[in-house]
């Protein structure tokens, strides 16, 4: 996943306007680690108050220029104003998801908002959209044009032309949006639910160390939180159904009730702020500049994934039902809290792969090595811890990204579960790097085992893909930092791209020669055996198109709460119908796992864009040598062609120069049908 800047909601930049941080813009390059002084909210405000007023001065100068129109009176200020946005709106929306210290997380929030209503106020601002669009670019260089065309069509988006009463309701529409954003996060984030286990005996069949790191307090009860390291091992092995149901219930109601009307809310407002800018739909109006085009083709193309994996979805699930049968005589039917565990059944049985077996070879800190290990051989960079930079909680590591011996990025790794921390995986941006004036800063924010001295932090195999997958997120961002422009740095490319880079990155963690280099046993040292890859690869293949299904599920939802009329969306009518034309398994009652779907808000419509970016991704991978994926060569072409361009160039436009052809499906659909 990626933490998107609101920038790009507000302007429709694309996706991720991963925009910067870098002090008084006139003061040259601006490397210092971004919470360098932030000791107290109150700092933090200030300094982040004082790049909000520097912005504002910029935009009186733009607005101010007498005389003729020039990259230098008018696209250098804007570009500037956006540096100072980038920084505050990605540093605050960061630090209101992990700071530990509540009173940071609610400054954060409030800067959140200085930033955001900023942000509309630009978009909506007719004098810069006039000044902007006066401007002769036809001799500056392509990315200049492309920036200036990009950014013409984002003012039109965010509908600047409107009549002025129109753009005012567009602003406090927007100004409302961010609030109601930030209370869905917070309801998800503080909702701290937990399920409590009587006797330690209902926890047969999970992981011995699973349940060393859960002791029975002075009554012998013993409790579980919902947070991934929790729920997931207990779905996937508890032998208690009991348990597992309510696992499972409990998890699917992480901010229910209150998001219910939250949600509700959210689709009313973006349908609303659609209308206004003429659009008839928020799906129709969020889809008019992704790589997919309309709401229409969206459907479109969830349908063809849906007929795509139908035939293999049904035929994996007569085999965990059969395997349920085994159990359980006569059953016929397998519930949503059972797919998990027996699917993992049906592994061991048929593929003769147990996913606790593989863990012992991926320690959370050998893993994190080896990932480093790869991608320095991949893109031709290095990373060096360094000590002393400021973070926000003790236990977040910070890196410097080298080059050819040069510091070209600094990252922080945040990755393990703590009280009131985000609790999904992400990257977040913290600032865009320019050219000669500031290096990127990004950030990744995962919940993964370990970081306890006492704890090896064993991971399974989709622990690894993770790290993986946000990693990718985290050098697409580091690599593309170097542009002239902030508006066109970073992931700044089109939303339903975003995902390819991540996506593709986990390929490199079931290829058996990289596992090898880093997959060692913990404790003896061994390396994971050839022949276990294999069979966790088989395996892999098992369950994963009703996962697709799955994923179609969520993908459908996103669209169609946001493609019609808000008066007529029942939310939870919607998740029970989608779930019974794409599931096998029936709906649960009493579940809502829309009120902690955090990409309601922050994807709102598109969560297609995992699907669309994988059939991209696949396309891509495709074109690397299956027998040697650490070859430099076709690394380094798509690390030029597809990463360091950030959006400089339609996203199309980067995949078509890497494959030398537009992307097609058959990558997509090879891998769809493998067995
Ligand atoms: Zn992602």
């Known amino acids: 996943m990626k933490i998107r800047n609101f920038l790009f909601v507000v302007a429709l930049a694309s996706s991720s306007l991963a925009l910067g941080s870098a002090a008084a813009a006139d003061t040259g390059a601006t490397n210092a680690p971004f919470w360098t002084g932030m000791t107290d909210p109150a700092r933090f405000e200030r300094t982040m108050d004082g790049r909000i007023d520097h912005a504002r001065s910029l935009l009186a100068t733009l607005l101010n220029v007498k005389g003729a129109r020039s990259i230098a009176n008018t696209l250098r200020p804007y570009d500037d104003i956006l540096l100072e946005l980038d920084a505050v709106s990605s540093q605050a929306q960061l630090i209101q998801s992990v700071h530990p210290d509540e009173r940071m997380r609610q400054t954060a929030e409030k800067i959140s908002q200085k930033a955001s209503a900023l942000a509309t106020d630009l978009s909506l601002n ?76 209902e926890l047969e069949g999970l992981p011995q160390d699973f349940v060393s790191r859960h002791k029975p307090d002075a009554k012998g009860a013993i409790t579980l939180t919902i947070d991934y390291p929790d729920s997931l091992p207990v779905l996937s092995f508890a032998k208690n159904e009991g348990l597992r149901k309510r696992m499972y219930l409990e998890y699917n109601n992480r901010g229910y009730p209150k998001n219910m009307e939250v949600l509700d809310k959210m689709i009313a407002r973006r349908a609303e702020l659609a209308k206004l800018i003429g659009y008839s739909s928020w799906a129709d109006y969020i889809t008019a500049d992704k790589m997919v085009g309309s709401a229409a083709q969206a459907s479109t193309f969830i349908d063809r994934v849906v007929a795509a994996s139908g035939p293999k979805a049904m035929r994996e699930y007569e085999t965990i039902l059969k395997r349920k049968q085994q159990d359980v005589p006569g059953a016929t039917v397998v519930n949503a809290w059972e797919r998990t565990f027996y699917a993992e059944l049906v592994r061991q049985s048929s593929y003769d792969f147990d996913s606790q077996s593989v863990r012992p070879y991926f320690a959370f800190d050998r893993v994190k090595q080896g990932l480093f290990d790869v991608t320095s051989k991949l893109f031709g960079v290095s990373y060096r811890p360094v000590r002393n930079v400021p973070v926000w909680d003790k236990s977040v590591e910070a890196y410097e990204l080298v080059e050819n011996g040069r510091v070209i990025g600094r990252f922080y790794l945040d990755m393990h579960p703590r009280k009131d921390k985000y609790n999904h995986a992400a990257e977040f941006p913290i600032r865009t790097g320019v050219a000669g004036r500031q290096i990127p800063e990004a950030s990744l924010i995962c919940n993964l085992p370990g970081g306890d001295p006492d704890d090896p932090g064993l991971m399974t195999h989709d622990d690894v893909e993770t790290f993986f997958h946000e990693f990718g997120h985290l050098v697409h961002a580091l690599v593309s930092g170097r542009h002239q422009w902030i508006g066109i740095g970073g992931i700044s490319t089109e939303q339903d791209f975003v995902e390819a880079p991540s996506q593709m990155l986990e390929e490199w963690t079931r290829d058996t020669n990289t596992l090898q280099t880093f997959a060692r046993q913990y404790q003896t040292n061994e390396a994971i055996p050839t022949a276990l890859v294999a069979r966790m690869r088989r395996a892999s293949e098992f369950g994963k198109a009703l996962n697709v299904r799955q994923q179609m599920v969520y993908a459908k939802l996103s669209l169609s709460i946001y493609d019609r009329d808000p008066k007529s969306v029942d939310t939870t009518a919607m998740v029970k119908d989608l779930v019974g034309k794409y599931l096998p398994t029936p709906y649960v009652e009493g579940t809502h796992f829309q009120t902690s779907f955090g990409h309601l808000d922050g994807y709102s419509a598109v969560y297609y864009t995992y699907m669309w970016s994988l059939v991209i991704a696949k396309d891509m991978f495709s074109q690397f040598d299956a027998g040697n994926l650490l070859a430099p060569g076709v690394a380094a072409k798509y690390r030029n062609a597809v990463l360091a361009p950030g959006g400089s160039k339609p996203a199309a436009t980067l995949v078509t120069d890497f494959l030398g052809r537009p992307f097609g499906f058959k990558a997509w659909e090879s891998w769809l049908n493998a067995e």
């Open 126 to 201: 007719r004098g810069v959209f006039d000044a902007l669009s006066a401007l002769d670019v036809s001799h500056a260089d392509a990315e200049t044009r492309y920036y200036m065309t990009r950014t013409l069509r984002d003012f039109r988006l965010a509908g600047v032309d409107k009549d002025e009463a129109t753009r005012k309701r567009i602003k406090e529409l927007r100004d409302e949006l961010v609030l109601i954003g930030q209370e869905f996060d917070r309801n998800i984030r503080t909702d701290l639910r937990t399920v409590t286990v009587a006797n330690a005996s």
